[in-house]
């Protein structure tokens, strides 16, 4: 399985970014795909999650800012991310888990075994 994102960049507070994350050789038909960040000197966090029944979970932190999203024809992860904050400035990464997971308030990392490298948002103030 390779994970690839892309999209982040550098915004201003309030701005928006979609980050995509192309995935190649997944093969089973129930997985779950994560957005996660790593902010500067914190562990890495969970985001965003979606199942292949089209469930999503979201991080408390989001409050309704970001929306995750799948394209299937396409093998396409996306996190759209509006209403950015300086406290969103991070590395952001896509996962791929197998397993149709189920996240009250996101996704954990230590279910998720591959992982893309990562794309960097920086969001000034």
């Known amino acids: 399985v390779t994970l690839v994102e892309s999209g982040g960049g550098s915004v201003e507070s309030g701005g928006s970014l979609r980050l995509s994350c192309q995935i190649s050789g997944n093969t089973y038909s129930r997985y779950s795909l994560g957005w996660f960040r790593q902010r500067p000197g914190k562990e890495r966090e969970g985001v965003a999650h979606i199942n292949s029944h089209g469930q999503t979970s979201y991080a408390d932190f989001v409050q309704g800012r970001f929306s995750i999203s799948e394209d299937n024809a396409k093998n396409t992860l996306y996190l759209q991310m509006g209403s950015l904050k300086p406290g969103d400035t991070a590395m952001y990464y896509c996962?791929?888990?197998?397993?149709?997971?189920?996240?009250?308030?996101?996704?954990?990392?230590?279910?998720?075994?591959?992982w893309g490298q990562g794309t960097q948002v920086t969001v000034s103030s």
């Open positions: 996962a791929l888990a197998y397993g149709a997971a189920i996240y009250a308030r996101g996704p954990v990392r230590s279910d998720f075994p591959y």
